[in-house]
């Protein structure tokens, strides 16, 4: 068995809307939906295999009975599995937030820290997001801030469209704004130290809970660095590589590509539909869908007319 297409664990916070209910046919056990986890190993909330011999079974169980070899040799280097990979839908702005760094979540979270890219499928009209500081500040101005309600006078808001992509490495202060919708590629972390949330309640009546101290600790002080794509690829760093696919169903309808022995490959569908072929399976895919693809599958092929992202290790 060589495609592994999966079923993606939801999460429905406050902040989120319908459109992955209505458009990416995502599964909501209440009305708003916000993320899609659609490559998760994440404890608790891993994918679940649709297909197969292993249908019915999450990621982390196929991997625990066929071996960490699905991996990929360039996934020696990670204790865990290296990336959590999602569908987020902003219905309403997120709160402001930071990630800490390896070092300082391992020593102080027992797990990873978070480095992530945001590539935005839509967003409406004048939708914008914080990215970093529009100039250096004090650390003693940056708690000010967060205690007198001005911290957002002193961020880098910056309006987005469809098509645009962020790298957020950790220390970076950031938060996705109302009517933003996009899919992130980031660690396989879920450390988040929010700094700033609009005086929102949770479910239980009671204002959110933020984490100052931390944030003040790991947060880089000073404008983020402005990304530029490196060519051919979308997003490259040393926890995932990520390229674009699109097939226009004219005269691009087919691409092949093999999957080796040194990485697994996921492919994420943001429009359209075809099939995907590898090792004799062909699986019909659309708009949303998730598949993995493990490592040594050999050639693989896409055909039809869509937008997707791919996802692996490189060393």
């Not at 808001?157 to 469809?162: D, N, Q």
């Amino acid at each position: 068995m060589a495609i592994l297409k999966l079923k993606a664990p939801t999460k429905d916070y406050l902040w989120g809307g319908r459109r992955l209910i209505e458009e990416y046919h995502k599964a909501a056990e209440s009305d708003i939906l916000a993320e899609s986890w659609e490559l998760s190993c994440y404890p608790g909330s891993s994918s679940v295999i649709e297909n197969g011999e292993f249908a019915g079974k999450t990621l982390n169980e196929f991997i625990e009975i066929r071996g960490k070899e699905v991996l990929g040799s360039n996934c020696v280097k990670f204790e865990n599995f290296p990336v959590l990979i999602k569908f987020i839908d902003a219905k309403k702005d997120l709160s402001i937030q930071v990630h800490p760094s390896d070092e300082y979540a391992l020593k102080n979270e027992k797990q990873y820290g978070k480095t992530e890219m945001w590539y935005v499928l839509d967003a409406e009209e004048g939708a914008f997001l914080y990215y970093g500081f529009k100039s250096e500040i004090s650390k003693e101005e940056f708690e000010r801030r967060i205690h007198d309600n001005t911290l957002t006078e002193v961020l880098n808001k910056v309006e987005v469209k469809k098509g645009d992509v962020f790298f957020i490495e950790s220390g970076t202060l950031h938060a996705i704004g109302a009517g933003i919708l996009i899919a992130e590629i980031q660690q396989n972390s879920n450390v988040t130290y929010r700094v700033y949330d609009y005086g929102r309640k949770g479910n239980d009546g009671k204002l959110r809970e933020l984490h100052i101290d931390k944030a003040l600790e790991v947060t880089n002080r000073f404008p983020a660095k402005a990304f530029k794509s490196p060519e051919p690829h979308i997003a490259k760093c040393k926890y995932f590589t990520v390229d674009k696919i699109s097939l226009s169903g004219d005269l691009t309808s087919r691409l092949s590509g093999k999957v080796g022995n040194e990485t697994f490959v996921h492919i994420l569908v943001l429009d359209g539909e075809g099939s995907i072929l590898c090792k004799n399976e062909e699986l019909h895919f659309e708009k949303g869908d998730s598949f993995f693809i493990p490592a040594g599958s050999g050639d693989y092929e896409l055909r039809g007319r869509c937008e997707a992202i791919m996802t692996y290790e490189s060393e």
